[in-house]
């Protein structure tokens, strides 16, 4: 029903896209249907449908005020990169007019030698292609005095080689895809046209003043202080999470809400997180590679939003230390393009073979590929928060909830002797409900949990896009699906029977990944002793889990399902590395820089004029009989900050010979070893002397904003 309140989001929500709406508005009936087949299916258009599409986009883009297009593409950057073309040309008679080509729409050009490529183009091969993905609708975004049309494209080399992080994603949902199927024939389940994977990011955020972040060198250059010590009140109190959320910050939020809105962005969900001035929005599922192309508009617009509000926009993945950081819950789940949820449980998970077999296939990839999803989220920023007792740990478990591990255990026994009773929790209060209770509790220490019909990859890092993430999670399920086809019809060949090799083969596999299954706590130290004694890797930074990108049996999977060739898993092994070390240099030198800009200069001042009180309290002492107890403790501070300041000095020192002999490394593992085993240790030990001084100083010769004026000023 339309509804006709037009403040109503109904009324505006998806304005800036081109959606269902604007489609059947601008094309042609038989146009219409050709491109959502092509939505639907992945199937090619032709020239001529493409043709038919851009003449119509362009007209819809230019009665919305659209002056440009651009190519809004995913580099191996981490962010998104796009080049503005006007629509504008002339006829041969020199007339000014609009065109815009279905190879204008299909295809771009941009530069590619500015691009990272691992290793794959040399500079001077400059050519690249951008290629239009029909699947993601093109949208018109706000910027300056204008609207752009932003055509989201995959990214390609003039070899075809994958420069992007969208083309792999859409690769691994067609092996998905094709896998789930085969899976589904298997269990007697006909006439699915196409499964696709879901997802839904939850992202978190921190803001800070702009004012304050102007003055914090650390967090323009690098996300994160790089000094700063803890204030009294930190998040101890517990609370801030779900508490009312500041008036300025709740503008800032409808505000950005509003624009997502008009860009068809589904935002369902606003919040306060755990640590002061962090904050959560999270949408409603989408298709996997619209939902990443969604988040990484959700980051762009909150940014933008932020600056007009005086609000500086925090995605790092540990920007203050001493409270928790921030992260980006991936949930992900697999269905059928006709509804059917492959992990919906039912009332009787027990007797549900089919998600049985679906949930197995999880189980079965993630144990097997652990070390490749702990490398999909490896990062500077997430190597900060991972098992730091308030993120998952760098070691990959699932957590299941107590009546999933009750029915697998009991498949695994052979003793299925219970039914599934819905479960109620009595409140004892007569006028409130009686409630459902859930399947599954949560376990918000778990990096991957099963939250009733999905599964929450809790180990995200919030500046990061979830493409690569949820390229490796359907990539291992495709492979886990297929291994699980291929052993049941093994026995079903061998003249075992349809329904008991199903049972023999999930019995056999409920077995075999039980060592992945944990539901203890993943913050404590018998987590650590289970990884150990069930052989789980613990990848504890980004250059140990990188390293699983260089095992053949790695790259055999992404080569075999198509995702990625071997050049290209190189490409992004060296991108990886490369940023990672440049990283960490950028922090080390920004440190090294307000280590002596700041810190040295502003104590050394302050220290000057400790001494002179000091002196002249001295000469005064037997004058005005100041007892010798009091000199002491007075000298007693001036003698702790003279030997903080001078071991500041001398860590300084330290710092610089590190990062001068980074530069005499060899690239790749070296460097980034070295920037993780030397570099930080060197940085954590500098920072905690200075950190000490911040408290020694009067507040007026500290120039840096501290933690409580960013943290608690609204």
Request: charged share 25%.
């Amino acid at each position: 029903m339309e509804n006709n309140n037009k403040n109503a989001v109904s009324s505006y929500f998806g304005a800036l896209t081109f959606d269902h709406k604007a489609m059947r508005k601008k094309l042609p009936k038989e146009v219409y249907r050709a491109l959502q087949k092509t939505i639907q299916t992945g199937n090619k258009l032709s020239e001529e449908i493409a043709g038919a599409v851009a003449h119509g986009m362009k007209e819809w883009a230019m009665e919305s005020g659209a002056t440009h297009y651009t190519h809004w593409f995913q580099p191996m950057t981490g962010a998104t990169a796009e080049k503005h073309d006007a629509f504008l040309t002339f006829d041969k008679d020199g007339t000014p007019i609009e065109r815009f080509s279905g190879g204008q729409l299909i295809q771009g050009e941009p530069d590619a030698s500015s691009f990272p490529s691992g290793g794959m183009r040399t500079t001077f091969e400059a050519r690249g292609y951008t290629a239009w993905d029909p699947t993601s609708p093109a949208f018109l975004m706000k910027g300056g005095k204008g609207l752009t049309l932003c055509i989201p494209t995959v990214f390609i080399s003039y070899h075809g080689e994958a420069l992007d992080e969208k083309t792999p994603l859409l690769r691994s949902m067609d092996a998905v895809s094709k896998s789930a199927i085969k899976l589904l024939g298997i269990l007697g389940v006909a006439g699915i046209s196409r499964v696709n994977t879901y997802a839904g990011a939850e992202q978190e955020y921190f803001l800070v003043d702009r004012k304050f972040y102007s003055m914090r060198p650390d967090l323009v250059m690098s996300g994160r202080t790089l000094l700063g010590a803890m204030p009294p009140k930190g998040q101890q109190l517990e609370d801030h999470y779900f508490g009312a959320i500041p008036n300025r910050v709740l503008e800032f939020m409808q505000e950005v809400e509003e624009e997502l809105y008009l860009l068809g962005i589904p935002a369902k969900t606003r919040h306060n997180e755990v640590a002061p001035h962090q904050f959560e929005i999270a949408p409603i599922f989408e298709r996997a590679n619209i939902a990443a192309d969604h988040n990484l508009l959700v980051m762009e617009v909150m940014r933008r939003v932020a600056e007009r509000k005086g609000f500086a926009l925090l995605m790092h993945e540990k920007p203050f230390a001493g409270i928790n950081g921030s992260g980006k819950h991936n949930n992900w789940s697999i269905g059928t393009a006709e509804g059917m949820n492959l992990l919906e449980p039912g009332d009787t998970p027990e007797s549900n073979i089919q998600f049985l077999v679906f949930l197995v296939a999880v189980l079965k990839g993630v144990y097997k590929r652990a070390g490749v999803l702990r490398a999909s989220i490896a990062s500077i920023g997430n190597d900060h928060r991972l098992g730091a007792n308030e993120a998952p740990p760098a070691v990959v478990t699932v957590f299941l909830g107590e009546l999933l591990e009750k029915v697998l255990d009991a498949i695994e026994s052979g003793k299925v002797d219970f039914a599934t009773e819905k479960q109620v929790l009595n409140l004892g209060l007569a006028h409130l409900p009686v409630l459902n209770k859930d399947y599954t509790d949560r376990n918000r220490t778990s990096p991957f949990a099963f939250t009733g019909n999905k599964f929450e990859f809790r180990a995200v890092g919030s500046s990061q896009p979830i493409s690569v993430p949820n390229m490796v999670l359907n990539t291992l399920m495709a492979e886990a699906m297929d291994e699980l086809a291929d052993e049941i019809q093994s026995k079903i060949d061998s003249g075992v029977d349809k329904d008991a090799a199903i049972q023999e083969v999930l019995r056999a596999e409920i077995a075999a990944t039980k060592p992945v299954r944990y539901q203890g706590d993943n913050y404590s130290e018998n987590l650590q002793q289970a990884a150990a004694d069930r052989a789980l890797p613990n990848l504890k930074n980004t250059p140990q889990a990188m390293r699983v990108l260089r095992d053949s049996d790695t790259r055999e999977m992404f080569v075999k399902y198509s995702v990625l060739s071997q050049e290209e898993l190189d490409a992004r092994l060296n991108t990886r590395l490369e940023r990672y070390v440049k990283g960490i240099d950028i922090e080390a030198r920004t440190l090294q820089l307000m280590l002596k800009t700041f810190v040295i200069p502003n104590v050394s001042e302050y220290q000057g004029e400790i001494a002179i009180s000091f002196n002249a309290l001295v000469d005064a002492a037997e004058r005005v009989g100041v007892s010798g107890k009091t000199l002491k403790s007075q000298g007693g501070h001036l003698k702790e900050l003279a030997e903080s300041l001078g071991a500041v000095i001398d860590l300084t020192a330290e710092l610089d010979a590190v990062i001068e002999k980074m530069d005499t490394l060899e690239e790749g593992f070296d460097m980034a070893d070295y920037s993780a085993d030397v570099v930080l240790p060197a940085m954590d030990k500098v920072r905690e002397v200075a950190d000490k001084l911040e408290f020694m100083v009067d507040r007026d010769k500290w120039e840096l904003p501290t933690y409580s004026e960013m943290l608690f000023e609204h």
